[in-house]
């Protein structure tokens, strides 16, 4: 069986983080060990006066455990890190697992629509384009491109544009980058470029008027047990991108409310079936 460590915040309420990168990898068959970076009550997007804990102490001692087991893992997954120690500990991490063939996924969870999420400084922005060099793959939004490029944010940026984007990122250290979140008229598109193969491709499905928290940890999720598994890169963003938007659409004709996120549940058998 396949192991990832997920580095990502954990919500006791709706989806988000890793109430959808757990259940998502196990539909896949794969094994998540969750090193949770903070704890809330519930997840941040359309609910007031949440409770918040970082854990960047508890991660500490538990990840000393983990050394004093030996422990290895296929891949190593970060979300939300939230604050420098985290950045910190991700890189040791990233250290420690590296003498074993260790796939690295950063998602670098910043912002979205323009805007830095509530915790995130312009010195955690910096710490954070020293962590994608350390990684093998790099799934930004539209803006978490923009700031880890020191461009500006644009909603309009056309999809040739963001393809050359994620082919500079790709110049960072990652030898695979794919950018969501990305509109173009009618359609949301997501753009991946693999380095090794100098190859660029564009996939464009029909926008749902709806916007779910926990997507991009759904489709990153999704990506990162495709690789592991191990399927061809284009094929595993062209799966994580259809997955994604069926679980938006049948979240939207379930009538799940927006603030409650993505649901990985309403997509388990096509989930299971990437597994064979």
């Known amino acids: 069986m396949k192991t990832v460590l997920a580095v990502h915040d954990l919500s006791c309420y709706a989806k988000s983080s890793l109430t959808v990168v757990v259940p998502a990898l196990s539909a896949m068959g794969i094994e998540v060990s969750p090193l949770p970076t903070a704890l809330l009550s519930t997840q941040t997007d359309g609910f007031d006066n949440y409770f918040y804990k970082n854990l960047h102490t508890e991660?500490?001692?538990?990840?000393?455990?983990?050394?004093?087991?030996?422990?290895?893992?296929?891949?190593?997954?970060?979300g939300f890190l939230g604050n420098s120690e985290s950045i910190d500990m991700m890189i040791k991490i990233i250290e420690w697992q590296r003498s074993h063939d260790v796939l690295i996924v950063v998602d670098p969870v910043m912002g979205d629509n323009g805007t830095l999420y509530g915790p995130i400084t312009d010195d955690f922005v910096s710490r954070m384009k020293?962590?994608?060099?350390?990684?093998?793959?790099?799934?930004?939004?539209?803006?978490?491109?923009?700031?880890?490029?020191?461009?500006?944010?644009?909603?309009?940026?056309?999809?040739?544009?963001?393809?050359?984007?994620?082919?500079?990122?790709?110049?960072?250290?990652?030898?695979?980058?794919?950018?969501?979140?990305?509109?173009?008229?009618?359609?949301?598109?997501?753009?991946?470029?693999?380095?090794?193969?100098?190859r660029t491709a564009i996939?464009?499905?029909?926008?749902?008027?709806?916007?779910?928290?926990?997507?991009?940890?759904?489709?990153?999720?999704?990506?990162?047990?495709?690789?592991?598994?191990?399927?061809?890169?284009?094929?595993?963003?062209?799966?994580?991108?259809?997955?994604?938007?069926?679980?938006?659409?049948?979240?939207?004709?379930?009538?799940?409310?927006?603030?409650?996120?993505?649901?990985?549940?309403?997509?388990?058998?096509?989930?299971?079936s990437l597994s064979h």
């Open 59 to 78: 991660q500490k001692m538990i990840v000393d455990h983990w050394k004093e087991l030996d422990l290895s893992f296929d891949a190593v997954y970060s």
């Open 130 to 198: 020293q962590l994608v060099s350390f990684s093998d793959v790099l799934t930004p939004n539209l803006t978490e491109a923009a700031l880890l490029l020191d461009e500006k944010y644009d909603e309009n940026l056309d999809s040739d544009t963001c393809a050359s984007w994620a082919k500079r990122l790709s110049m960072m250290g990652p030898s695979k980058v794919v950018i969501t979140s990305v509109m173009e008229k009618e359609n949301s598109v997501v753009v991946s470029y693999e380095k090794d193969h100098d």
């Open 203 to 272: 996939f464009s499905q029909t926008h749902f008027p709806v916007s779910y928290p926990g997507c991009g940890d759904l489709f990153t999720s999704i990506l990162c047990g495709r690789l592991i598994i191990p399927a061809d890169f284009t094929s595993a963003v062209a799966d994580s991108a259809k997955l994604v938007k069926l679980a938006i659409k049948r979240s939207y004709e379930d009538h799940v409310a927006q603030s409650h996120g993505v649901s990985p549940e309403r997509i388990v058998r096509e989930l299971v």
